[in-house]
């Protein structure tokens, strides 16, 4: 029998848990003296020193620990990869993690380790060193302050014929910096005295712009480039792609050829994640997407044809107004048209009937504004007509969600980055409308209406506070919003998928039913298709006979009355109803009964 002896202490008695282990010493530092500081040192005398005898006496006695304190700063960067591999890039990472993971040197290593970290783990386990000691106690619920917005800033177009904000990009270094696409995209409109400056601004001087930007023709979209916070590109109103770099000065580095260009206004343009950090695509209302290396503009790198039949047709080509592409999924992209489709395609397919995967129709007109969810990528965010839509990939029929028709047109929306269930829209009547989608579905939980013009573009910061917004008379009002709609809440991620699923499931069963209820009405329409061809058939057959009796009725009749006359000779024709031999009926009866012409 083994004796056990418990020894109970209490845990503020004792501190952190001590592990000793025998090792050799080892020599830290060596320091040789240095002869030559000699010379200068110099040998204190003795001195005599008073001393008290007795000792020192005291009402009160005050012992503290001295404390010192450092700031120094810490430099991380990510090792231990191959140089062959980027780590930035997400798709280098998963496959060289697919290939590790395969090794079997990796395989005996986990399975080594993993009884070593079994241990440790149940020693870390065994004293709790986290309590909660006011588990029992109620806790006060945060307040919750109603939704908020405030205007910061205002930067209007310094020229004097104003222009649309067409296209917003914040700067990725902090976001101190707002660039602004100046364009007229109301059709001929446009005069020679309208200036085709762009600007970037910076958001605490409204006064001036802090850099214009020279294009050939208007931009109507502009971009900064995430990974160089000094490069930017932008697309045009006569289809061109520009490439700055704002350490160059105000002209644009490179051009694209007006031969391999777009045709059209290019109304979006996106970067790509890529090792060179030099990759855009971009799409225009000419029914292409055309991929670019900013390096090289003088032709793209590959085209795709927005062609529904997946042909590759430009006659048939569907004109793209909105783009949207998930650093998460680097193979996928989505693209809205002026059709009011939106198009799934994959640009790593074979052949290009394989890139156009599928199609969601839900809009009446064009999709202005498309984009995934930061936390769902299954689920997106449409904007066309007078509506906003939120998708599912996994249906295609209708969107799992949508917003009641709106009393003005809506131009543009997107996804909060920090909220998911958080979406803004702007309409043309000048309003702002931000959607809890958690708090409410049918009215947005703020509309905010932030000038008595039209809004034509929307673009959040990072960090979810700051909200810029561009107007037809070339304002961009800068907002900031409250605390409640820039910070995640508790349980919203999970409440969200969890609503999401609901809708998902619910949309499937009701295609579902709607499937088998079309099913049902072909079934029938076919029978009664078939019971009336039936009777038809038999109609046609009744005609045909009767016809055909009334042609050979009415041939020898006029047999009859020839041989007749031929009988008696030349002479009057008989008068009286008596005398009359029987011949063609009068035109009255004819047209009364079915006859040839009753056929054909």
């Known amino acids: ?70 700031s120094c700063g810490l430099n991380h960067e990510e090792g231990g990869w191959p140089k062959d591999v980027n780590p930035q890039e997400m798709e280098q990472t998963i496959r060289f993690r697919k290939k590790v993971e395969k090794d079997e040197i990796y395989i005996n290593g986990i399975l080594q ?97 802090e850099m214009t930007l020279k294009p050939a023709s208007p931009l109507v979209c502009l971009e900064y480039n995430p990974k160089d916070c000094h490069t930017l590109v932008g697309g045009s109103y006569n289809g061109q792609i520009a490439y700055w770099d704002t350490r160059r000065g105000s002209q644009p580095v490179e051009v694209s050829s007006v031969e391999h260009s777009h045709r059209d206004p290019v109304y979006k343009i996106i970067w790509l994640q890529s090792k060179t950090g030099t990759d855009a695509f971009s799409a225009s209302t000419d029914g292409q997407v055309l991929w670019w290396d900013v390096r090289r503009l003088s032709e793209p790198t590959e085209r795709l044809v927005l062609d529904p039949n ?44 394989e890139k156009i995967v599928c199609t969601y129709d839900g809009h009446q007109g064009p999709v202005y504004a498309l984009q995934r ?33 709106q009393m003005s047109y809506l131009t543009d929306a997107c996804w909060s980055p920090v909220r998911p269930s958080v979406f803004f829209t702007v309409k043309m ?37 700051l909200v810029a917004c561009g107007s037809q008379r070339g304002g ?23 609503m999401f699923e609901r809708e998902t ?35 046609q057959n009744q005609l045909m006979v009767r016809a055909e009796d009334h042609f050979y009725l009415v041939t020898e009749t006029e047999t009859k009355r020839r041989r007749d006359n031929q009988i008696r000779g030349p002479g009057p024709e008989p008068e009286s109803d008596s005398e009359r031999e029987p011949g063609p009926e009068p035109e009255s009866e004819l047209e009364s009964r079915p006859g040839p012409a009753a056929v054909f």
């Open 1 to 70: 029998m083994e004796i056990v002896h418990v020894y109970r202490k209490l845990r503020s008695k004792f501190g952190r848990q001590s592990l000793f282990s025998d090792r050799p010493a080892e020599l830290l530092v060596d320091v040789h003296t240095d002869q030559s500081l000699g010379h200068q040192f110099i040998q204190k005398s003795q001195r005599d020193q008073d001393l008290q005898a007795c000792r020192d006496m005291s009402e009160h006695q005050v012992n503290t620990k001295r404390f010192e304190s450092d």
């Open 113 to 209: 380790l993993g009884s070593v970290m079994d241990h440790c783990i149940r020693q870390n386990n065994a004293v709790d060193i986290y309590p909660d000691y006011c588990e029992d106690q109620d806790q006060e619920e945060d307040y919750q302050e109603p939704p908020s917005a405030k205007t910061i800033n205002v930067f209007r177009d310094p020229n004097e014929l104003k222009r649309t904000v067409t296209g917003l990009s914040w700067h990725p270094d902090g976001g101190r910096k707002l660039a602004a696409a100046y364009c007229c995209l109301e059709f001929q409109k446009t005069s020679r005295d309208m200036s085709p400056d762009s600007y970037i601004w910076d958001i605490e001087n409204p006064n001036r712009p």
């Open 310 to 353: 997946r042909e590759g047709n430009l006659d048939r080509a569907l004109g793209a107004i909105s783009l949207d592409f998930e650093s998460t999924m680097p193979t996928k992209f989505m693209v809205g048209t002026e059709e009011g489709l939106v198009v799934s395609c994959n640009r790593k397919a074979k052949t290009p009937s």
């Open 373 to 405: 969810n930061p936390f769902f990528p299954k689920n997106f965010l449409t904007v066309g007509d007078w509506t906003a839509r939120i998708w599912s990939e996994d249906i295609k029929e209708s969107s799992i969600m949508w917003t009641k028709y």
């Open 429 to 465: 009547d000048g309003i702002l409308d931000v959607w809890d989608i958690l708090f409410k579905q049918n009215d947005p939980t703020l509309s905010l209406k932030v000038c008595d013009e039209a809004l034509y573009s929307l673009r959040l910061h990072e960090t979810g506070r």
């Open 476 to 498: 961009a009002t800068l907002l900031e919003i409250n605390s409640g709609l820039s910070t995640l809440q508790k349980n919203e991620k999970s409440l969200l998928a969890a």
């Open 505 to 539: 499931k619910r949309e499937k069963i009701l295609e579902a039913r709607q499937r088998e209820i079309r099913l049902k009405e072909r079934s029938r329409s076919e029978q009664s298709r078939d019971e009336d061809g039936g009777r038809e058939d038999q109609n």
